[in-house]
């Protein structure tokens, strides 16, 4: 049974930060990827952060410098550290798993497992 559950999500100003958590275990999704994807009304999704299995960080070409990944293997928890927020960061975001994970236009793609989202808020 998926188990990943987002929060953390909210309301900010433009130039804050949230970080998300993520309850996932990583026994769960052994051989998988995890991360994160947004979604927001009239866009497409996109992924922005995700960690392999065996430790490699990638992260979307409009996250980069901005968003931290991490993992707590000790909790089971996956983090999103979202600094320098813009209104075109808005958008639900989800915590996710995959077997393959690929790259196109600066997006990661290949989530295949996801939970129930949380919303981020980013006003100008």
């Known amino acids: 049974q998926v188990q990943l559950v987002a929060s953390g999500g909210g309301s900010v100003q433009a130039g804050g930060s949230l970080r998300l958590s993520c309850a996932a275990s990583?026994?769960?999704?052994?051989?998988?990827?995890v991360g994160w994807f947004r979604q927001a009304p009239g866009k497409e999704r996109e992924g922005v952060a995700a960690i392999s299995s065996d430790g490699k960080i990638t992260y979307g070409d409009s996250v980069k410098g901005r968003f931290t990944i991490s993992q707590d293997n000790a909790k089971n928890t996956l983090y999103l550290q979202m600094n320098s927020l813009s209104p075109e960061d808005a958008g639900m975001y989800c915590c996710?798993?995959?077997?393959?994970?690929?790259?196109?236009?600066?997006?990661?793609?290949?989530?295949?497992?996801w939970g129930r989202g949380t919303q981020v808020t980013v006003s100008s």
């Open positions: 990583r026994s769960t999704y052994w051989g998988y990827f």
């Open positions: 996710a798993a995959g077997r393959t994970l690929t790259i196109v236009r600066g997006s990661l793609l290949g989530f295949e497992y």
